[in-house]
């Protein structure tokens, strides 16, 4: 079983709108495939299939751009984004995007990357986006690997005789964390391994001397170092319990162990993504916001409304509701959010979270610890299901980040381990099922009032569990539930634009770029 950090996979990364799957995760693929052919291509052609999700939203939203991003070695909340594929090509960088069948793609954001260095060395890449930005690389020039950019990843192909001294040398300086050895074609062996550092130029002059052939992928996340402290929620409960920690401080610890970083810097990085979270709202509250495609900006607008007093009556459900606006407005305009876990579900979490402090006075440490238990929600989500809409719908993205949100209220008003996945449990219990058809390939309609109603939600069923609500269907159980409901859907309806919503017919008189002039 894979094992998940909270700030490389649930709250994190630190991204652009509007999707984290095909936003950050391309630019993670991008950058992964840099390091591994040595710097950026002189000449690329990155293929999808036809079947799959990115052949109908590479365009739409901005993976193109956030390949690029990643080849060229620039960072994705880089204000050239924009300007992306031109820069390329004045970069010399001959970056070309194709649609065609692809053996094997077993994912739908599968993507195939023929690459050609400026010394005219080529490799070829297979990789997946699975879901809020985490991507996995699985073949490298033929060979079969599994690199999530949690490490340095090495791969090295050569003569079986020397396989021994291969490994000896991997670890003779300390750094390696595992290292898996298989046959490979002829007399070969192939060995994949984990690093806590990169290789050496002197190791790379030995490998050599072995004939050897050696690829290394650079981290896009933090090293991952240590072993996680649970692996289901059944555990995690019994472990907040045994150590008598709430979920946030239970969540602390593991995140702690689990990078072999102190609980104070775990903390300090998770404040840091929720000042961004706090800047995207502030950002998305203008009344004057543009850089939607199909949505007017309205966030400011409703919550203005509330605030005057217009409305039905003063709630702190519908200015959280606004608030998730504000941030999808932001995501949709490919403008920088934090993925929680996803960027078509960047809104919900700041929407709560902004709103409780303001209502409750919390203390950073106090929102701290609510974002570190909403993470620990979506550890067990990503153990045991996915973050991809392409996959199992909506129910895991946004319908995750109101699980997660839930779980986060229930940390702030001071309820157990088990009252926050009990939260969590009922907020999936009543998502499950939901689609992904997002109109034209972007994360505008119908995303935003679904961020902006799980919002809201997470209050109501954080006050069911702690008024004393019995939830009966433990979280495990009902992720598990999820997962399964999520992959029997269609794939008309996940995250394709070939169903739902998205096939109405005012969906289909409406033109994207035309926002501004609704």
């Known amino acids: 079983m894979k094992t998940i950090s909270i700030l490389n996979h649930v709250l994190g990364p630190v991204m652009r709108g509007p999707s984290s799957s095909h936003t950050a995760g391309a630019f993670h693929i991008g950058s992964m495939a840099r390091a591994l052919l040595g710097g950026a291509p002189r000449w690329a052609v990155l293929a999808f299939d036809p079947a799959g999700s990115y052949a109908a939203t590479y365009a739409a939203q901005g993976a193109d751009r956030g390949f690029a991003m990643g080849l060229l070695g620039k960072p994705l909340t880089d204000e050239s984004f924009f300007t992306a594929l031109p820069d390329a090509a004045a970069a010399g960088v001959d970056l070309r995007f194709e649609v065609r069948p692809l053996a094997g793609a077993g994912h739908p954001n599968t993507v195939e990357l023929e690459l050609t260095a400026a010394a005219g060395t080529s490799l070829t890449l297979v990789a997946r986006s699975i879901g809020g930005g985490e991507v996995e690389i699985v073949r490298v020039a033929d060979h079969p690997v599994l690199f999530n950019g949690a490490a340095f990843e090495v791969l090295v192909s050569l003569p079986a005789k020397v396989a021994a001294a291969a490994k000896a040398l991997l670890a003779e300086d300390g750094a390696l964390l595992e290292c898996a050895a298989s046959a ?113 900006a309205c966030a400011g607008k409703i919550f203005n409304a509330e605030g005057a007093g217009r409305l039905t009556t003063r709630s702190l459900h519908t200015r959280a509701a606004a608030r998730a606006l504000a941030v999808m407005h932001v995501d949709g305009a490919m403008g920088v959010v934090c993925a929680a876990p996803t960027g078509g579900s960047a809104g919900v979490l700041p929407g709560a979270l902004v709103t409780l402090a303001e209502e409750r006075k919390l203390t950073r440490d106090d929102l701290g610890r609510a974002l570190l238990a909403a993470g620990a929600i979506g550890v067990i989500v990503a153990q045991r299901a996915t973050f991809a809409a392409e996959v199992a719908g909506c129910q895991v993205e946004i319908g995750a980040a109101g699980a997660m949100a839930a779980a986060a209220v229930v940390e702030a008003l001071g309820g157990t381990a088990q009252q926050a996945c009990d939260a969590a449990a009922i907020s999936f219990q009543n998502t499950m099922g939901s689609i992904c058809d997002l109109l034209h390939g972007t994360v505008e309609i119908p995303c935003h009032t679904r961020n902006a109603a799980a919002a809201a939600n997470a209050f109501l069923n954080a006050d069911l569990v702690l008024g004393g609500y019995p939830n009966l269907i433990p979280l495990d159980e009902t992720i598990d539930a999820v997962y399964a409901v999520g992959r029997a859907l269609p794939p008309e309806l996940r995250c394709t634009s070939q169903g739902g919503l998205a096939v109405t017919p005012a969906a289909r008189k409406l033109k994207p770029g035309c926002a501004a002039c609704l």
């Open 184 to 296: 490979a074609r002829g007399a070969d062996v192939q060995m994949c391994a984990r690093r806590r550092t990169k290789l050496s130029a002197a190791a790379r002059e030995k490998f050599q001397a072995l004939a050897a052939a050696v690829w290394e992928s650079a981290p896009v996340y933090f090293v991952q170092t240590g072993q996680p402290l649970f692996a289901s929620a059944a555990e995690m409960v019994t472990v907040a319990g045994q150590r008598g920690l709430s979920l946030g401080r239970v969540a602390l610890a593991y995140e702690a162990q689990l990078l072999g970083i102190s609980e104070v810097a775990v903390l300090a990085e998770m404040l840091r993504r929720y000042d961004i979270m706090v800047r995207a709202v502030e950002r998305g509250l203008a009344t004057d916001f543009r850089g939607l495609q199909l949505l007017p």
